[in-house]
């Protein structure tokens, strides 16, 4: 991974509907998790309005990309000579490269610009699984890990902020799974995968690895894999084959010495003394250290607004100031 080059972009449209038009085109060349050189940044004059709702989101409107707006085609023959063919990465590639830029190239009659990478966003949603932050969003992973603000919703910003997220939170996470790679991240990001909490049904919001010891659950399962519906199917079949391999690694922890398993203990307390360690417990107990450390610098924001609020109020009383109401 150290030694690959690719382009990490980001894409400001008119809107979500087809014909998706960009207004802003970033982009930053990377060596591994670092970047090289100068960005990529230009804002491109479509000659298309611009729905109100999308300039709310990111700031331009037509008069402001008429008036500083670059034409679309000289726009994309610079990033085409600032990628080359190295492979696009984005947060979100489905939207960017499959439903922006893929047919924004059809529309203006050119070639297809890189090739394809990984989406930063699948590899966010699996390394972080289950998300502390509630959900992957962008600008609530920035807010939750404490990341510089970048300039939300912008596209250099976006992609300034995945930079930041690689480099603090991603990045250790994916040495941890052994991705030392630029290939092995795009296998692991293009794989089958779902949450560990089941996003649907009767047992929403449970840990699948409670199947391990629950029958019943592991036979809502069974029923899913059955189901005539093939996403539905997919996604039981998928959870079977997880707790098929998280039994397997169970069995061979029991048939193994202690010493083989370092993720799972902790020794050197004295002789004949094993701790075991229960990562979901220590999971847990990380997320409710966080939340108490983000608990207080809520209250100590709290305390301070209220004090100035107070302060306020006090110079609007009768009186203020030493004067006689007399």
Partial sequence: MNDTPWILL???????????????????????????????????????????????????????????????????????????????????????????????????????????????????????????????????????????????????????TVIDLFGVVLQPLAKKRNLDSFRSICRFTESPWYPRRIPFGKHKGRDFHEALKDHGLREWFSWLASSTNPRSAAMGQWYLDELQHLQGESNSFHGASLESEPDLLVTGLGPGIVIYRNLDLEQMRQLISEARRRLAEVQTEYTRERMATDAVQGMNRPGFGGGSNL
Avoid at 144 to 158: I, N, V
């Fill in 10 to 160: 980001d894409t400001e449209t008119n809107g979500l509907r087809a014909p998706i038009y960009v207004v802003e085109l970033a982009a930053q060349r990377m060596i591994g998790w670092e970047p090289e050189g100068e960005p990529f940044r230009h804002l491109l004059n479509q000659n298309v309005n611009i729905p109100p709702e999308a300039s709310r989101v990111n700031g331009y409107t037509r008069e402001i990309l008429e008036r500083d707006g670059d034409p679309p085609l000289d726009v994309y023959a610079d990033f085409r000579r600032y990628a080359g063919t190295l492979p696009l990465v984005s947060y979100n590639l489905a939207y960017d490269l499959d439903q922006v830029l893929i047919p924004e190239c059809e529309r203006l009659g050119i070639a297809p610009i890189g090739e394809r990478g990984f989406c930063a966003l699948e590899l966010a949603r699996r390394l972080l699984d289950p998300v502390p932050a509630g959900n992957c969003k962008l600008q609530t992973l920035r807010q939750f890990y404490h990341l510089p603000e970048r300039g939300a919703h912008t596209g250099l910003g976006d992609v300034q």
